[in-house]
């Protein structure tokens, strides 16, 4: 659980009283946290980690670390011995535990009396139950898993496998992740929901209707603030007034020409008054929320454009997502014409990448091993946004001006020549994201800056329709 510095933005944990970043003080600290408990390693534990550095998976470690967390849990019981027949004290009962027996009158060295007290309440309120239990007659029950321990166990594993799947973004990756929730849900029948299983359909079969969303970069926080491109790098000192950031950072900001997100939270009342003092500096600024990126939805694909003349598209279309050759082979419908009051125009990196097997950690340290990159192109994008919301897309290569010579950059030279009213940003260029991976060894994988450029022009948009 964090909580954003009421001054910088910047996460902190709930338990701190003062900010990591810039050391203000954060009211109300939340008391710290637990200690974790302690967990059993396997005994092959070294090498699970040498084949996983190797290039091997990390499927072998999981589940080896998942069984040694199943075995630690087991092992672990409660009981307290009563008389409750009124005809003498009951039978000798021991407490199964890695470090030794307890019986009924006492505790074993190491632990305290607090602990023993607090056993003893949690079996006479009927807690934990079936645990294993060895008599004079020696009788032993079966043991059952604390529910408790066993959700906080699939929890974390959940966790990790949500984590490899969001590092690699690969279909593999992800179906892997799917298996391993769905195995996870069906061990715990009493504590989690049975989960929904939907149908695979092929984007070729989906109708225009039930495309997927549009993705998105991905973020922790939900807010964002939104300011105009300044191109002036003598405003930073304002920016680092107003946002509360070091210099560097402002200039980065202040610098760019086109609108930017400056900054991004949780806490929407400390980014609108972050925003009040850049207003006060004459800097035009909103402060916009993810779910309205998401709200609006995919553009119409121009294939064919002429400034004030027809213009064939395909609505709906995710063009990136396909085969671009298929694309051009479509024609397109006849869209209604409009006049365009905002023209976002961007510059989208796509990189084709494959990883070899991983070295060892001396290797990857001192010789900077990575993906080998198999070639990089950039693809220029503009977007036409009408005053009703009308979001029309040209594309270098799949968007036909007429023009051979200079076909996208003759359009747009016309498009800004004829357009008076037209605002055009900035051209921005959008790359990938570097922290993702590049999937298993041997594997080509496609990763390009599309998720970054959606996200732009439609705050683009938001914030001149705001402004």
């Known amino acids: 659980m964090t909580r954003p510095c009421p001054r910088c933005a910047r996460p902190n944990a709930a338990h701190r009283a003062a900010c990591l970043y810039c050391g203000e003080a954060l009211p109300n600290p939340a008391p710290p946290p637990e200690a974790p408990r302690a967990r059993v390693l396997p005994a092959d534990l070294d090498r699970l980690v040498n084949e996983a550095l190797r290039g091997k998976g990390v499927k072998a470690l999981h589940e080896a670390l998942r069984q040694a967390d199943t075995t630690s849990e087991t092992g672990v019981a409660s009981i307290l011995a009563t008389d409750v027949t009124g005809l003498g004290p009951g039978p000798k009962v021991e407490l199964v535990t890695s470090g030794g027996a307890v019986d009924a009158t006492g505790v074993t060295a190491g632990q305290s009396a607090d602990v023993a007290s607090g056993v003893a309440g949690d079996?006479?309120?009927?807690?934990?139950?079936?645990?294993?239990?060895?008599?004079?007659?020696?009788?032993?029950?079966?043991?059952?898993?604390?529910?408790?321990?066993?959700?906080?166990?699939?929890?974390?594993?959940?966790?990790?496998?949500?984590?490899?799947?969001?590092?690699?973004?690969?279909?593999g990756a992800l179906v892997e992740a799917a298996e391993i929730l769905r195995q996870l849900?069906?061990?715990?029948?009493?504590?989690?929901?049975?989960?929904?299983?939907?149908?695979?359909?092929?984007?070729?079969?989906?109708?225009?209707?039930?495309?997927?969303?549009?993705?998105?970069?991905?973020?922790?926080?939900?807010?964002?603030?939104?300011?105009?491109?300044?191109?002036?790098?003598?405003?930073?000192?304002?920016?680092?007034?107003?946002?509360?950031?070091?210099?560097?950072?402002?200039?980065?900001?202040?610098?760019?020409?086109?609108?930017?997100?400056?900054?991004?939270?949780?806490?929407?009342?400390?980014?609108?008054?972050?925003?009040?003092?850049?207003?006060?500096?004459?800097?035009?600024?909103?402060?916009?929320?993810?779910?309205?990126?998401?709200?609006?939805?995919?553009?119409?694909?121009?294939?064919?454009?002429?400034?004030?003349?027809?213009?064939?598209?395909?609505?709906?279309?995710a063009f990136w997502e396909g085969d671009s050759e298929e694309v051009r082979a479509q024609r397109g419908t006849p869209w209604p014409w409009f006049e365009p009051i905002l023209g976002v125009l961007g510059e989208v990196t796509v990189v084709r990448s494959r990883s070899a097997a991983a070295p060892g950690r001396f290797a990857r340290k001192t010789l900077g091993v990575g993906p080998t990159v198999l070639d990089e192109r950039r693809i220029g994008v503009l977007d036409l946004w009408g005053e009703d919301g009308q979001h029309l897309r040209l594309v270098e290569g799949l968007t036909d001006s007429g023009d051979s010579r200079a076909p996208f950059r003759a359009l747009v030279e016309t498009i800004t020549a004829a357009a008076s009213g037209l605002k055009l940003t900035a051209r921005r260029v959008?790359?990938?994201?570097?922290?993702?991976?590049?999937g298993e060894p041997g594997e080509a994988v496609v990763r390009s800056g599309w998720p970054t450029f959606e996200e732009h022009t439609r705050l683009c948009w938001l914030h001149h329709q705001a402004r």
């Open 185 to 317: 849900a069906g061990r715990l029948p009493t504590l989690l929901p049975e989960p929904t299983v939907e149908p695979m359909v092929e984007a070729a079969e989906a109708s225009a209707g039930e495309t997927s969303p549009v993705p998105l970069p991905l973020f922790r926080f939900g807010w964002a603030l939104v300011i105009d491109g300044l191109a002036d790098a003598a405003r930073a000192p304002a920016l680092a007034s107003a946002l509360g950031q070091d210099l560097a950072t402002a200039r980065l900001h202040a610098v760019s020409a086109h609108p930017k997100v400056v900054q991004r939270g949780d806490d929407e009342a400390a980014l609108l008054a972050r925003a009040e003092r850049l207003r006060a500096e004459a800097v035009p600024t909103t402060v916009l929320h993810r779910s309205m990126v998401q709200r609006l939805g995919r553009p119409a694909l121009a294939r064919s454009f002429v400034w004030g003349g027809p213009v064939r598209g395909l609505d709906g279309r």
């Open 430 to 438: 959008c790359r990938p994201e570097e922290s993702r991976a590049a």
């Open 123 to 171: 079996v006479a309120s009927g807690v934990a139950e079936n645990v294993a239990l060895k008599d004079e007659e020696d009788v032993t029950l079966s043991p059952s898993v604390d529910p408790a321990a066993q959700l906080e166990s699939a929890l974390t594993e959940a966790e990790e496998a949500v984590t490899l799947a969001r590092a690699r973004l690969t279909d």
